[in-house]
């Protein structure tokens, strides 16, 4: 996996705390940007993957699909925003 290098604005108060956060966690303040970055990938990510399943709900559930879930008016927020497991 490559590198690359990223330009990010920032407002002094905002990186007063993230320079503040990476003196108590010990760790440069590019690090715990990059994590940031990574863990909002992540969630978007998953997010992404639920609005894909909650659009193509309709044409699954009229084919008859057996990995059509049966429990999503209950379970909405579920295939929004967890991981779905198989």
Partial sequence: MGVVTLE????????????????HRQQPPAQISAEAIA???????????GLRILRTM??????GSEDAPRDLARNHDRYLYETRQP
Avoid at 39 to 49: N, S
Avoid at 58 to 63: S, T
């Fill in 58 to 63: 309709p044409q699954r559930a009229v084919a």
């Fill in 8 to 23: 990010v604005l920032l407002s002094s108060e905002q990186y007063e705390l993230l320079s503040d956060v990476a003196r």
């Fill in 39 to 49: 863990d909002w990938l992540e969630r978007e990510a998953r997010r992404r993957e």
